[in-house]
């Protein structure tokens, strides 16, 4: 019986030893040469005779950098197809990149087969630079290089098609992420010139090199950083009556100037208004005016105890370039900053009809550019007979400025609104002067 024990015991632990297994490559796809942005197709034949398989992975290798991967199912021996994407990256030449097949069975045991694989960049026979409203044909004028020639306007936004090329090439774009050129994406490259007319607009499709671009709006030499294609913007350092100087907008002379922060002069020389300070400038190209507010620590500034920082405008009636272009109303990202003049005082002009309704409005002053601290009518008093100041009983809500009952403002008319606080945040005055 002892003798049979042992015998059964060891049968079992032989049993349990787990098999290795075998698996076997067998490649039907010669990895001769492909280009760069290609779908790379591949069949394989796998088996294991003594190990049911797991997966098979096929890899692609630049140097020792894996750049792309492919893994299949395989349940059971046979053929297998599949497909590696061969990515396409700017400044990299052609050369010679490694195919790893790497099969696997259920008991983790692997084989690997490498192949090399010569790659080159595809030389495209021409680009399409696509635009909202056409394509543009641009014509290879050497290896890698494109162009488009043609009457243009100063700024033609758009992304650029390459076709396929070969029977496992892909349609590649090239768009604007993260303010540069990158493969694969539809964001708009925002090409700009000068000025419109016949002009070149160029593109490597190694290095991703692109022209034309205005790079330098400035202010005071100071370039500003871009947001998107029509909102620029700078944080500057300016001083009372500092001259401006402001570059690379072609048609200055038909932008708004905020007259509470920019003076211009009859020779034409712009200058700054407000008290000596930090301000952030957001140049806006489609309603062709810059946005002034006050900085604080590099964050929008806001009311300070001491009657200092920024005090912000909301609500309706009011808006700047105009009341047509851009009413604030409550939207408090349209919140409009005023000017801080010096002794705690805060002024906005307006042009009745034009950047404040004439005879009705229902704007309110704030602490910040958002909602938390404001002026009630129990902080704020008037000595305008024009103005009254809600109360909540009155036909506005506390602190709500309204027009008086049978007046309004003259037409075209320029008027200057001044809050002074130099008596505190709890006894300010508003007036109202024509300007």
């Given amino acids: 019986m002892i003798f049979t024990s042992i015998l059964l015991f060891g049968a079992c632990k032989k049993d349990d030893v ?58 059971t021996n046979g053929e297998y197809t599949g497909k590696l994407y061969i990515p396409y990256l700017p400044n990299i030449p052609n050369g010679t990149a490694t195919v790893k097949l790497i099969l696997q069975n259920i008991n983790l045991t692997i084989t690997e087969m490498s192949y090399d694989l010569p790659l080159e960049r595809p030389d495209y026979p021409f680009l399409t630079l696509v635009t909202e409203t056409k394509e543009y044909r641009m014509e290879r004028t050497a290896l890698y290089e494109y162009a488009l020639s043609d009457q243009l306007p100063a700024k033609v936004n758009g992304y650029i098609k ?73 944080d500057l350092a300016l001083s009372k009556g500092e001259e401006l100087t402001i570059d690379g907008i072609e048609d200055l002379e038909s932008w708004w100037l905020d007259a509470d922060f920019i003076r211009k002069d009859d020779d034409g020389k712009l200058s700054f208004v407000p008290q000596d300070g930090n301000y952030r400038i957001t140049a806006d190209f489609k309603l ?57 005082k805060y002024q906005i002009t307006v042009v ?53 009952a049978g007046k309004s403002f003259e037409s075209g008319v320029t008027y200057l609104f001044t809050l002074d606080l130099s008596k505190g945040n709890d006894k300010a005055v508003l007036t109202v002067d024509k300007n």
Avoid at 164 to 174: D, P, R
Avoid at 303 to 317: C, E, H, K, S
Wanted: hydrophobic share 35%; with cysteine.
């Fill in 18 to 75: 787990k098999k290795a297994g075998e698996p076997f490559i067998n490649s039907k796809t010669d990895f001769e040469k492909a280009h760069f942005g290609d779908s790379l197709s591949f069949t394989i034949d796998v088996k294991d005779d003594e190990v049911p398989l797991s997966t098979l992975k096929a890899q692609l290798f630049f140097s020792e950098e894996m750049v792309s991967e492919t893994v299949i199912r395989t349940k």
């Fill in 162 to 234: 390459a076709p396929a090329v070969g029977t496992q090439g892909n349609e590649l774009t090239f768009g604007w992420e993260n303010n540069e050129i990158t493969q694969g994406v539809t964001g708009n490259i925002p090409f700009s010139n000068s000025s419109s007319g016949n002009y070149d607009i160029t593109f490597n499709t190694f290095d991703y090199e692109a022209a034309p671009f205005i790079i330098a709006y400035a202010i005071n030499e100071k370039v500003m950083e871009r947001l998107d294609d029509n909102h620029f913007r700078l």
């Fill in 288 to 344: 062709k005016y810059f946005i002034f507010e006050v900085l604080q620590g590099g964050s929008l500034a806001t009311l300070q105890p001491d009657g200092t920082g920024a005090v912000w405008i909301i609500g309706d009636g009011i808006g700047k370039p105009s009341l047509s272009a851009n009413t604030v109303g409550w939207d408090t990202g349209k919140a409009l900053c005023l000017a801080p003049v010096g002794d705690k």
């Fill in 352 to 404: 009745a009809g034009t950047t404040m309704n004439a005879n009705d409005i229902n704007f309110k002053f704030f602490h910040q550019k958002d909602w938390g601290g404001e002026f009630t009518n129990n902080v704020l008093s008037t000595t305008s007979d024009i103005i009254f100041i809600g109360d909540g009983a009155n036909g506005r809500d506390s602190g709500n400025l309204g027009i008086v």
